[in-house]
């Protein structure tokens, strides 16, 4: 069991590099909130709200939901009780007007403590995401050649069904890696040229990469 961490930590990088599956153990290991503006994004849609119905044809397109509604969605889950001093960002920023607006809003006692690349080459991500199922009672994260359960399509640890998430389909995948390209892999300078950014080869075990990043963030 990890120690409680007083990180604000950004967990950068293309989509299906992991940063989803180590937010979850790092931030139930270390007591921090798990901020993922794709989770809160899809419980918008699984709701039916005005939001989500407004998201969704971005997600299933594999393109960004504009900067306007994830900055206030953003803005308003970091003034939670639970999120007040330590949390991990996963999937957010994105754009460069999201990395800026985040500034804006952390003061210098709140100011991000880390900012950490998840690097995987492009060829690995591609089976990554296309073998990826969530488990659509608790999350949980399979993939049917790296991590498959032990019957297939039911999730081990709660026994819910696993289903792939719309925007992993083949014709999403491309789109996703190419905005990731244009739109948020400029941030990378950008926090590069702050001093803050850390980078973890993200292409090898899951609990390598989990040893690593506990070093990474004390
Ligand atoms: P993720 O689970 O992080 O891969 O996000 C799934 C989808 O939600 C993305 O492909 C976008 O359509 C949308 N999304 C999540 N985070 C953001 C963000 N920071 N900015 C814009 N769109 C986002």
Known sequence: MATALQARCVFLGAPGAGKGTQAKKVADGAALAHISTGDMLRQEVAAGTALGRQARTFMDAGKLVPDDVIIGMVRARIQQPDAK??????????????????????????????????????????????????????????????????????????????????????????????????????????????????????????????QELLKLMQ
Request: charge should be positive; proline fraction near 6%; include cysteine.
């Open 85 to 210: 001093t330590a949390w991990i960002l996963d999937g957010f920023p994105r754009t460069l007007p999201q990395a800026e607006a985040l500034d804006r809003s952390l003061t210098g006692a709140t100011a991000l403590t880390h900012v950490i690349y998840f690097a995987v080459p492009e060829a690995a991500l591609v089976g990554r995401l296309s073998g990826r199922r969530t488990c659509s009672k608790c999350g949980a994260i399979w993939h049917v050649e790296h991590k498959p359960t032990r019957r297939a399509g039911i999730c081990d640890a709660c026994g819910g069904e696993l289903a792939q998430r719309s925007d992993d389909r083949p014709e999403a995948i491309g789109k996703r890696l190419e905005v990731y390209r244009s739109q948020t892999a400029p941030l990378l300078a950008y926090y590069r040229d702050r001093r803050v950014l850390r980078e973890v080869d993200a292409d090898r075990s899951p609990e390598i990469v989990y």
